[in-house]
């Protein structure tokens, strides 16, 4: 099936207009493949001319669809060329291979002109998100939890006020969307403004979720050049997770060397469902055709990441560990909740929906308690470590998934399995 992506409803057309008659389809399906074949070497830009050069080890019979991010579909092999209209923004080119099992795509960017941050604001969708250019008092809200020392503003000649306005709406935007994946059940902080701020000490971006207001802060140059719009929807994603449910808040509670494979797990599937959201509703939440390709070629990116941690998962036979040992700099648990996101996402590719099977997912995640918490931080109950996910996806699903986990080495109990998916009917 030809998947549609956001570049495709035409040249600078907004993809909020009115012209825009029905809901195109993006999906991350082509971009799980653990065995990918076709490779995308080289674009050269020539004025508007753009040249691809690439191979497919698999050799499809079929030619290569080239979707050229303005409006242009060709099918061919390579090299193959381009012209464009306009060179006053970058293009995302796609190129999809046909193989006897699926499709398999590769994107890469044609940078003709500066990216293209155009939007129109919905008028409806409430301000939460802000970069603030005179940094923001900040109180802890968790015992135990202190605010990062020295946090700063990100001044008024660091961003273009073009990008920052441009951060804030999108912010917005996956505010909205994963406050509905969390059903609304979230601390009234969440709920409330977020502020985005720089903070020199770190290499990324990381969420202080406990913060009131909850804010991410930033290394200096992170907001600067390509925006990695599925990392900062990921820390969103920590802020409103780990402040769910409302009255018990998950990663306060359970903050460990065994909590990240849930916290990581989840903010990993906020990401990705909250591009699969903006991508798959009509208007894209106003955003540009240019706009959407950047979110779009974040969320393939990350959603490599995902597919690749899953692999060297599948290459170690003792790969499976919820446990992350503070004595070592790695994460022990990472290709562990990789495979738990590459589950998920197979899974929401093949329902088509991300949103339902997220927001079921979260109510049964929404009735972890104090003796979970006991059962979780115990480091003797693997099973119940192992069990938690699985059984919060069968209901997301509504399908058991313990036996798919089993072939994978998790420890799934089934006490445990129907204890939780019992709690709700
Ligand atoms: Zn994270």
């Known amino acids: 099936m030809k998947r549609l992506g956001c570049t495709q409803l035409g040249l600078l057309l907004a993809c909020a207009s009115a012209a825009v008659a029905s809901v195109d389809e993006f999906s991350f399906a082509p971009y799980l493949d653990l065995?990918?074949?076709?490779?995308?070497?080289?674009?050269?830009?020539?004025?508007?001319?753009?040249?691809?050069?690439?191979?497919?080890?698999?050799?499809?019979?079929k030619p290569f669809v080239f979707d050229w991010g303005d409006g242009t579909t060709t099918e061919g092999r390579f090299p193959a060329t381009h012209s464009y209209k306009s060179a006053d923004r970058s293009y995302t080119i796609t190129v999809t291979a046909t193989h006897d099992d699926g499709t398999e795509s590769v994107t890469v960017r044609a940078a003709l002109g500066p990216p293209d941050y155009g939007f129109q604001r919905l008028q409806s969708l409430p301000r939460r998100v802000s970069i603030p250019k005179s940094v923001v008092p900040l109180r802890t809200t968790m015992p135990g939890y202190a605010i990062t020392e020295k946090p700063e503003a990100f001044a008024e000649d660091e961003l273009q006020p073009n990008v920052r306005t441009a951060i804030e709406y999108v912010m917005d935007v996956a505010h909205?969307?994963?406050?509905?994946?969390?059903?609304?059940?979230?601390?009234?902080?969440?709920?409330?403004?977020?502020?985005?701020?720089?903070?020199?000490?770190?290499?990324?971006?990381?969420?202080?979720?406990?913060?009131?207001?909850?804010?991410?802060?930033?290394?200096?140059?992170?907001?600067?050049?390509?925006?990695?719009?599925?990392?900062?929807?990921?820390?969103?994603?920590?802020?409103?997770?780990?402040?769910?449910?409302?009255?018990?808040?998950?990663?306060?509670?359970?903050?460990?060397?065994?909590?990240?494979?849930?916290?990581?797990?989840?903010?990993?599937?906020?990401?990705?469902?909250t591009i699969y959201r903006i991508l798959n509703t009509e208007g894209h939440w106003g955003l540009s055709d240019g706009f959407c390709a950047l979110v779009r070629e974040a969320g393939i990116r990350s959603i490599g990441v995902v597919r690749n941690a899953h692999k060297a998962y599948l290459s170690e036979p003792d790969g499976y560990t919820m446990y992350n040992d503070p004595a070592t700099p790695r994460d022990e648990t990472f290709n562990t909740f990789m495979t738990v996101v590459y589950?998920?996402?197979?899974?929401?590719?093949?329902?088509?929906?991300?949103?339902?099977?997220?927001?079921?997912t979260m109510r049964l995640l929404q009735t972890f308690n104090e003796a979970d918490e006991a059962r979780?931080?115990?480091?003797?109950?693997?099973?119940?470590?192992?069990?938690?996910?699985?059984?919060a996806m069968s209901y997301g699903f509504d399908t058991d998934l313990r036996e798919r986990f089993r072939k994978l080495h998790f420890p799934v109990s089934d006490a445990v399995y129907e204890e939780l998916r019992g709690r709700i009917k």
């Not at 899974?347 to 079921?360: F, G, I, N, S, V």
Request: hydrophobic share 35%.
């Open 176 to 273: 909205q969307i994963e406050l509905d994946f969390c059903n609304g059940d979230v601390t009234e902080q969440a709920r409330g403004p977020h502020v985005i701020l720089k903070q020199r000490q770190f290499a990324g971006c990381a969420s202080q979720w406990y913060s009131d207001p909850p804010s991410f802060e930033c290394h200096p140059g992170y907001l600067v050049g390509e925006v990695d719009f599925s990392s900062l929807f990921h820390e969103l994603g920590h802020s409103m997770t780990l402040n769910s449910p409302a009255k018990y808040r998950i990663g306060g509670k359970i903050d460990s060397p065994m909590s990240g494979a849930v916290s990581e797990a989840l903010a990993n599937f906020f990401q990705h469902a």
């Open 35 to 61: 065995e990918p074949t076709l490779s995308v070497s080289l674009v050269t830009v020539h004025g508007l001319s753009v040249r691809v050069e690439g191979s497919d080890t698999a050799r499809p019979e």
């Open 343 to 360: 589950v998920f996402c197979s899974l929401a590719e093949e329902h088509r929906d991300y949103r339902t099977p997220l927001k079921r």
């Open 376 to 391: 979780f931080l115990d480091r003797e109950n693997e099973g119940f470590r192992a069990t938690l996910m699985v059984a």
